[in-house]
Nanobody, 124 residues
Framework: QVQLVESGGGSVQAGGSLRLSCAAP????????AAWFRQSPGKEREFVAT????????FYAAAVKGRFTISTDNAKSTAYLEMNSLKPEDTAVYYC?????????????????WGQGTQVTVSS
């Protein structure tokens, strides 16, 4: 069973930046698509971004497009989420996920491997 471990969360003021990391067993992201989701208190877990395992395409939620960037480093078997121009509404627990499904997957049910989550807090 693949295990994912997120890190890099923290507290930042609005307009600031953070980079989240998702460490996986060697070779994971050469065969799995990586994704990031987030969940705020009282809300459903929502899609943030995904990157095809080929590295050729990425897809973002409208709320983060232009501010967040997902990437993967197969040599380090790590996925990243670079978050810029952060807003208070970006405050959430961020989860890394992976799937072998083809195409662009944005539903939580399409991912079968998850990390434990890392808290991101953006203050105004």
């Amino acid at each position: 069973q693949v295990q994912l471990v997120e890190s890099g969360g923290g507290s930042v003021q609005a307009g600031g930046s953070l980079r989240l990391s998702c460490a996986a067993p060697e070779g994971t992201f050469s065969g799995y698509a990586a994704a990031w989701f987030r969940q705020s208190p009282g809300k459903e877990r929502e899609f943030v971004a995904t990157r095809h395992y080929s590295g050729r395409s990425s897809f973002y939620a409208a709320a983060v497009k232009g501010r967040f960037t997902i990437s993967t480093d197969n040599a380090k078997s790590t996925a990243y989420l670079e978050m810029n121009s952060l807003k208070p509404e970006d405050t959430a627990v961020y989860y890394c996920a992976a799937t072998r499904r083809a195409g662009i997957n944005t539903l939580t049910s399409e991912y079968d491997v998850w990390g434990q989550g890392t808290q991101v807090t953006v203050s105004s």
